[in-house]
Structure formats: structure tokens, C-alpha cells
């Protein structure tokens, strides 16, 4: 269990079209300055057979990249992600449940049976951390795979074609962001997602990203960013202030600095950082660069 939580968190979301058509997914934006261009590309952390091949465009601009920037290299060296980890998803034993009130345990109980989980596996995890591994069991349900992520897709594509892969951002990084959390937040965070897997709402919005993804809709995307605005909850907030536009600026700010030293690289990060209000490109924007939406 520790493991598949590593690989889906680096790798922490059917198709009408042939695969063998290379139709456009996600979001495709062509970033400008110095003299030098940037393709800045939405992904998935993971993914299904279908989704491959990646439309030409985007498949070409990282083979022939001088960088492929991934938010996480997913050849990272799985004793580091252990690391953080156990830093900061761990806690003593047992002590998420004792957090939990009765009634709420056996719901949490009800949870995890339903998405195969073996209760025992999740005992020493943190609150947050098992609303995450609640949240990739609803993937998981729907046929998506973490060995299948766009972001391993790429690596691979630039691997065979000897393009460096640098990561942005660290495990630890990433993961120490949810350390913010009060113990009484990460129950609330918890709270929520079970009540999200118990109504089904959390199935039909992993199949809304999905499908906004699969088929570059950027009506969808807006949609879905206009949700994630109104959502007042601990874990809406939490995600909107802290996960998407507070890594936004670093995000903004390290593409920058690739693109003044590099003629021409490609950038690919999950997509829900390139939607809404302080994305990625309207930061980058902000900046005087020339962003151009391809897609």
C-alpha cells in the first residue's frame, strides 16, 4: 500500500476517438520571451491505454525539447518519496481513528470496503493522507492507472529521445503542504471526502476532469475551475489557496527562470493548474511573457 501511494502521488485524475488519431487532451499553451518558446502542457497523473498517442504537436515539442520540466520526475528514487512520506504522511498508530468521532469510523469502515482497502493498511496514516488514498481508490474504480500517468508518458517520450527531465517541485515539498493542516482540519478534510464517496459526488467530479481532460474542453475546464472557486469546505479551500494557486506562483516563477535560460523546453504539470483565476499562463502573462492558448 505504501508503495502505490508513492507511485500516484508523484506519478497525487472510454474514449470516443481511435487512440491510433492522436486526438488534443488537456490544455496546450505556447509560452514566449527572450527569444526562446516554452510549451506549457495539462496532464493527468493517470491515465489508460486510450489515452495514447499524445496529439503530434505535443508529442513532437518534447522530443525535441532541450527540458522536459514535470512538476515530480516519475524516475525519482523511491527512497526519497519513502521519505517524505513517512515524514509527513505518518503519525502514531491508530491515532486518525481515535480523531474520528464512533459514528464517523464506521463510515470511514464502510469507505474503505468499498474501495478494497485493508483498514490495517491505513492505521498509521494521517488523516489527509487517507482521504488521498480514498481519493485514488475512485480513480482506481474507474479504470484510470498511475503506471499510466501522462507525466510517465512524457518522461518516456523524452527518455528515448535524450531529453532531460528535471522536476520543479520535491516530494517533500509537495507533501509538507498538507502539515499545514491542523489535526482538527485534516479530520475535517477526511469528514468530507467520505461524505463526497458516500453520495457519489466524488465519482462523478474524477469523471468530469477525466472527460474535460480527454477531450481538451475548455468549456468544461471552466466549469470545473468556477466549482472549485465556490467551494467553501476545508479540503475546496484548502486545495484552492494552498495547492493550486500558492504552487501556482512557484510554478510560475521556476517556468520563468527555465525559459530565460532555454531556447526551447516543454513544461508539463497537472492540468487544474492551468484553469481559472491565478493560473499558470495568467501568471506567466503577468509577467510580459506572450502566452498563446493552442488548445
Known amino acids: ?59 513532437d515539442a518534447v522530443k525535441g525539447a532541450s527540458t522536459l520540466a514535470l512538476e ?24 486518525t481513528r481515535q480523531a474520528l468521532a464512533p459514528a464517523m469510523r464506521a463510515r470511514l469502515d464502510r469507505a474503505l470496503a468499498k474501495a478494497h482497502i485493508d483498514p490495517e493498511a491505513v492505521v498509521p496514516l494521517k488523516p489527509w493522507l487517507v482521504a488521498t488514498v480514498l481519493a485514488m ?31 520543479l517541485e520535491s516530494a517533500g515539498s509537495q507533501m509538507s503542504l498538507f502539515n499545514r493542516l491542523t489535526m482538527a482540519e485534516q479530520v475535517g478534510f477526511l469528514e468530507e471526502s467520505i461524505g463526497l464517496i458516500e453520495s457519489g459526488k466524488q465519482g462523478v467530479e474524477v469523471s ?6 480527454r477531450t481538451a474542453d475548455q468549456g468544461a475546464f471552466d466549469e470545473i475551475a468556477a466549482r472549485a472557486s465556490r467551494d467553501t469546505s476545508v479540503s475546496g479551500k484548502f486545495v484552492k489557496h494552498i495547492l493550486l494557486e500558492e504552487r501556482n506562483n512557484a510554478l510560475a516563477e521556476k517556468l520563468a527562470q527555465l525559459l530565460e535560460r532555454e531556447a526551447s523546453t516543454v513544461a508539463a504539470i497537472g492540468v487544474l493548474h492551468l484553469i481559472g483565476e491565478n493560473s499558470v499562463p495568467s501568471l506567466l502573462g503577468e509577467r510580459g511573457m506572450s502566452v ?4
Open 1 to 59: 500500500m505504501r508503495r502505490q501511494i508513492i507511485v500516484v502521488f508523484f506519478s497525487l485524475l472510454c474514449l470516443a476517438l481511435p487512440p491510433t488519431w492522436g486526438a488534443d487532451r488537456g490544455a496546450l499553451f505556447k509560452v514566449t520571451a527572450y527569444n526562446h518558446t516554452m510549451y506549457l502542457f495539462g496532464t493527468m497523473h493517470v491515465g489508460t491505454p486510450e489515452f495514447y498517442p499524445l496529439e503530434p504537436r505535443i508529442a
Open 72 to 95: 515530480i520526475d516519475p524516475g525519482l528514487d523511491p527512497a526519497i518519496a519513502a521519505h517524505a512520506l513517512k515524514t509527513y504522511g505518518m503519525t502514531i498508530p491508530g491515532a
Open 137 to 167: 481508490a475512485e480513480y482506481a474504480r474507474q479504470g484510470y492507472r498511475t503506471d499510466l500517468s501522462v507525466d510517465a508518458h512524457l518522461a518516456q517520450l523524452a527518455r528515448a529521445s535524450k531529453v532531460p527531465v528535471v522536476g
Open 208 to 213: 468530469k476532469i477525466v472527460n474535460a481532460w
Open 292 to 295: 498563446e492558448r493552442v488548445y
